[in-house]
């Protein structure tokens, strides 16, 4: 069963759309390789999004060359200050215009204090014409003045782990990045390591 059907995500993205004074932003990007978790998805790809934001809640929708069509995700969540922690609930679903991959559709946990943030992921796998699979995903992340390191994994029917270790700045209103990424075998078939270089930028609308 699907955490939440494709009807309702669109449902909510168009209320959403509709609020005054909303604050809006959009973003471009290319990265050398596109690595997601760990896990290489496509070479020389160029991502954008849109993104609306108002009193912690958000809604967003962003798109990435896979060589064989777009990946298309939809995104909504909350987040919130609890003390010093923030804390934030949403959901994200990923489509696919090609044959590259098959939908996955998860919840979204984040937990952050100081330099330290816990991210969680409950999802299901739509696995084209296999059984649905269900995952967790988990990753914690270090991070101060730009530099920051990563580690992540998968549990339930899916496995493996990554490190991913990078630094980023912002040049002129432009955001670099560069990163190192370590994926064991049990995640990627065959240990992979790469070296990834992004840029982004970053408007408000």
Known sequence: MKIISNATLLAMLLAMSG????????????ASDYYYRG?????????GGVDFEKNGFYVGTWAADVDDGLEVDGYFGYGFDAGDVSLSVGYTGYFYTGDFDDTYQEINLGAAYGLISLDVAIGQYDNFDGPTLDYTFYSLTAEKNGFYG???GFAQDFAGEYFEAGYSRDVAGIDLGL??????????????????LTISKSFDL
């Open 19 to 30: 609020i005054a004074q909303a604050q809006w932003s959009t973003n471009l990007g290319f």
């Open 39 to 47: 896990i290489f998805q496509a070479s020389t790809s160029v991502n």
């Open 150 to 152: 990563k580690i992540g």
């Open 179 to 196: 990163s190192l990424i370590f994926s064991n075998d049990e995640l990627v078939g065959e240990g992979d390591e790469s070296i990834v």
